[in-house]
C-alpha cells in the first residue's frame, strides 16, 4: 500500500508538473478577457478522455510504429527536459496557438492535454504501475477542474510572482524527473 501511494504520489508530480495548471491561470484569465466562455467541467472531462485513451492505448499505437516503450519513454524525457527548461528559464520552445473562439481547443487540448502530458503518460507506463497512473490522472484532473473553476481568486491570491515562482519549482522537479527517466530507460546507473 505504501508503494502505490508512494507511485501515486510521483506520477501525481510529474503530471502536475507538466500539465502546469497553476502556470496556465494567466492564459485562462486572458482568456475569460476576451469573452471566451470557459466551462471548467467541460474542459476537464475533454482532457481526462485524451489522457486515458492515451493511457490505455499509447503502447498500442507505437508497436504500429515498429517503438517500444522504453525507447519512447527516453523520447519523452527529452520532451519533460526541454518543457523543463521553458519553464526554468522562461523561453518558449513549443509554440502554442491560442484561438479565441472556443475553450476547448486551446485549454483542453494542447494546454492541458497536450504534447508533453500524453508523452509522459506513456513514459511514465514504463516506469510506473497503472493504478497508481490512473489515480495520478483522475487526482489531477480534480485539480484542473477547480483551478480553471477558481482561477481569478488564485490569482488573487497567489499573484503574478507566486504563479511565476511556482512554474520555476516545478520546472526544477520536472528536470530532475526528465533525467530519471531517461536514465532508468537507457540502463545507465548513478551511484549515490
Known amino acids: 500500500m ?4 508512494i507511485d501515486t504520489l510521483s506520477c501525481f508530480m510529474v503530471l502536475f508538473a507538466v500539465i502546469d495548471i497553476i502556470g496556465s491561470v494567466p492564459i485562462i484569465l486572458k482568456f475569460k478577457q476576451e469573452g471566451v466562455v470557459i466551462q471548467p467541467a ?13 493511457l490505455f492505448s499509447g503502447s498500442l499505437i507505437l508497436s504500429i510504429f515498429g517503438v517500444d516503450v522504453s525507447s519512447f519513454a527516453i523520447a519523452g524525457s527529452l520532451v ?3 518543457l523543463a527548461c521553458e519553464m526554468i528559464f522562461g523561453v518558449n520552445i513549443f509554440k502554442h496557438d491560442s484561438p479565441t473562439t472556443a475553450s476547448i481547443v486551446p485549454i483542453a487540448f494542447p494546454l492541458i492535454a497536450g504534447a508533453g502530458s500524453i508523452t509522459t503518460l506513456i513514459s ?3 516506469e510506473y504501475n497503472l ?4 489515480t495520478a490522472v483522475c487526482l489531477n484532473m480534480i485539480v484542473v477542474y477547480f483551478v480553471i473553476r477558481l482561477s481569478a481568486r488564485i490569482e ?3 499573484g503574478v510572482t507566486g504563479i511565476h515562482v511556482l512554474k520555476k519549482v516545478f520546472g526544477i522537479i520536472l528536470l530532475s524527473i526528465s533525467i530519471k527517466l ?5 540502463g545507465i546507473e548513478i551511484k549515490t
Open 156 to 158: 488573487k491570491i497567489i
Open 124 to 126: 511514465l507506463r514504463a
Open 131 to 134: 493504478y497508481s497512473i490512473l
Open 42 to 54: 467541460k474542459i476537464t472531462l475533454v482532457s481526462f478522455v485524451i489522457l486515458i485513451v492515451f
Open 2 to 5: 505504501q508503494g502505490f501511494l
Open 182 to 186: 531517461f536514465l532508468s530507460n537507457t
Open 80 to 82: 519533460i527536459f526541454v
